[in-house]
């Protein structure tokens, strides 16, 4: 239990509650001219058909045909190739243009060395190092109960992160949290291969055509990405994502998205504590505010209650609860975050994860603070 008098005003609080005014890495390399990415890094070629059936008078068909045209793409509107690359899972935005810049990418049999050049997703053919590229699909995947649209699969993802593991795939000095989605990722490929077979097979029992004239596709994961981040020493709810929109609106201060941490101190916290962790500190040139700042009291069962409180932030500076449980006079011991927006961790385990449900993720949208409306 929380004690949750808040202190408006300036006023001293009758309890221990105090009020006050989180790049994407990719999962893909970016690679060599020439090379494929080897199985271990979660991608594969396959070969599938280059005719599916269309069905009978160009009808509906039947379940093994939905299931093969899933794997094609509708037609979407026009996007710029580095972005439809980033999409597709080969590398982020800004490598995905590198790798266009450097003459490794065609366009229906043209070589495009210009990451502005528009294409559609299900219409126009795109080859990298020679192999085309089997689009993200853009059905809603079960895995992750995300959103589809967009000509690519949205995955949405919560995970609960150990201590020790960086929010970052590119920095070999470290574990990358990324690194915990191996066994989806591969079931994700797996289960490509196996749908892309099933579209190849459709397509030749609908028309009586051989296994002649089969084609290299190369099939990539999606290129997850943390919903900002958690150093390296700290615990707690993360979300995962290759949603970049849905990402920026969590993400970016100005949507008011609040996130919440339970701090764990060597010392006792007094209210004292609790005051001037309320007042804020300058973080990055600037004064931070917490939104709320609670204290814990012997009804929580928890024998560490007096070292420990609840900090509201919304501001998303680099390690701003650190600094203001540092500004307080305190030594931090532990640090975890428990919700993001309306989000909470819940009883996930350490180092587990789960995907999220829609209602979830309007969830972590909802119950942030949102800017006031200009007059």
């Known amino acids: 239990m929380l004690l949750r008098t808040s202190l408006r005003g300036g006023a001293r609080p009758g309890g221990m509650a105090v009020s006050g005014p989180l790049r994407a890495p990719s999962l893909s390399p970016h690679y060599p001219a020439g090379r494929l990415a080897p199985r271990s890094l979660c991608s594969s070629v396959t070969a599938v058909s280059k005719r599916t059936s269309r069905g009978r008078g160009g009808g509906g068909g039947g379940e093994k045909e939905r299931k093969g045209r899933a794997e094609h793409p509708r037609q979407e509107e026009p996007m710029r190739l580095g972005k439809a690359l980033s999409r597709a ?61 967009g000509g690519f699969t949205k995955f949405h993802f919560m995970i609960n992160k150990p201590k020790g593991y960086m929010c970052s795939s590119e920095d070999s000095r470290g574990k990358s949290v990324l690194t915990l989605f191996s066994p989806w990722i591969e079931n994700y490929v797996e289960k490509r291969q196996r749908d892309a077979r099933r579209a190849a097979e459709s397509g ?19 290129r997850l990405f943390t919903v900002g981040r958690l150093d390296v020493a700290t615990t707690g709810l ?22 919440e941490y339970i701090v764990t101190t060597k010392e006792k916290i007094s209210l004292d504590h609790l005051e001037r962790i309320a007042r804020g500190t300058e973080v990055e040139g600037s004064l931070v505010v917490p939104k709320r700042v609670e204290g814990f009291d012997y009804r929580t069962g928890d024998r560490q209650y007096e070292r420990k409180a609840k900090v509201v932030v919304g501001e998303g500076k680099k390690h701003e609860v650190r600094e203001l449980v540092r500004a307080a006079g305190l030594e931090l011991l532990a ?16 180092g587990q994860f789960r995907g999220l449900k829609k209602r979830e993720l309007d969830l972590v949208l909802g119950a942030g603070e949102r800017p006031a409306k200009k007059t």
């Open 335 to 350: 640090l975890k975050r428990t919700k993001i927006g309306g989000l909470a961790m819940g009883p996930l385990k350490i």
């Open 238 to 259: 993360l979300l995962v994502t290759n949603d970049g929109d849905w990402a920026q609106q969590v993400a970016h201060p100005k949507f008011g998205v609040l996130k």
């Open 204 to 222: 030749r029992g609908g028309r009586g055509e051989s296994d002649e004239g089969g084609e290299e596709y190369l099939i990539l994961p999606p």
């Open 89 to 149: 899972g080969v590398a982020s935005r800004r490598k995905s243009e590198d790798i266009v810049f450097q003459g490794r990418v065609a366009v229906n049999g043209k070589i495009v060395i210009k990451p502005e050049t528009k294409v559609r997703f299900g219409k126009d053919r795109i080859e990298l190092d020679g192999v085309s590229l089997l689009m993200p699909t853009h059905h809603v995947s079960s895995a992750s109960r995300g959103s589809g649209g």
